[in-house]
Antibody
Framework: EVQLVQSGAEVKKPGESLKISCKDS????????IGWVRQMPGKGLEWMGMIYTGDSEIRYSPSFQGHVTISADKSLNIAYLHWSSLKASDTAMYYCARQWPSNIVGGFFDIWGQGTMVIVSS | DIQMTQSPSSLSASVGDRVTITCRTS??????LNWYQQKPGKAPRLLIYDASSLQSGVPSRFSGGGSGTDFTLTISSLQPEDFATYFCQHSHSTPYSFGQGTKLEIK
């Protein structure tokens, strides 16, 4: 069974870098799309992008491209979301989720991580 | 990019009521529309995929309909555990996007 376990909450300062993780504990990471979703405090869900663990193809939302980097280590069954320079506006809950089936069209997020809270404050 | 318009943004209803939430897209997405439920402090949960397919384990009082640009999520008889926020999401082409959400509250 696929279960996604995310890294713990983070408190960082503006300008700092950060990488959060999403681990598949069910050992079925291969050939899956893993997506990242942002939820700012009290707000809705925003699709950030996703990575195909089979060949590391990445699709970004234009709203997030250039500000975050999505990556994955297939050997460790882990996906990552990385910021090189955080802003206060990055304060949010971040969820990873598995898309099924492994098609770029018509998939759905059937398994979600528990979320990682990121707080960016000086 | 495809724009999503979900309505209403909030809804007050009573246990036993039938409620419908709508989601409209800026262009046709065939049936590539999903619905999620989110409770406070929890990750979203998939309810409906491909516009009308019920995810395993989801009660049958939830149903989805529509195709093209207009979609609905209906709860046939509200239960206390259904009071939550609901989001639609398309997966027709990247970037995928979510609707703004509908907060369902107890009247």
């Amino acid at each position: 069974e696929v279960q996604l376990v995310q890294s713990g909450a983070e408190v960082k300062k503006p300008g700092e870098s950060l990488k959060i993780s999403c681990k598949d504990s069910g050992n079925r990471f291969s050939n899956s799309w893993i997506g990242w979703v942002r939820q700012m405090p009290g707000k809705g869900l925003e699709w950030m992008g996703m990575i195909y663990t089979g060949d590391s193809e990445i699709r970004y939302s234009p709203s997030f491209q250039g500000h975050v980097t999505i990556s994955a280590d297939k050997s460790l069954n882990i996906a990552y979301l990385h910021w090189s320079s955080l802003k206060a506006s990055d304060t949010a809950m971040y969820y990873c989720a598995r898309q099924w089936p492994s098609n770029i069209v018509g998939g759905f997020f059937d398994i979600w991580g528990q979320g990682t809270m990121v707080i960016v404050s000086s | 990019d495809i724009q999503m318009t979900q309505s209403p943004s909030s809804l007050s209803a009573s246990v036993g009521d039938r409620v419908t939430i709508t989601c409209r897209t800026s262009q046709s997405i065939d049936s590539h529309l999903n619905w999620y439920q989110q409770k406070p402090g929890k990750a979203p949960r998939l309810l409906i995929y491909d516009a009308s397919s019920l995810q395993s384990g989801v009660p049958s009082r939830f149903s989805g309909g529509g195709s093209g640009t207009d979609f609905t999520l209906t709860i046939s008889s509200l239960q206390p555990e259904d009071f939550a926020t609901y989001f639609c999401q398309h997966s027709h082409s990247t970037p995928y996007s979510f609707g703004q959400g509908t907060k369902l509250e107890i009247k």
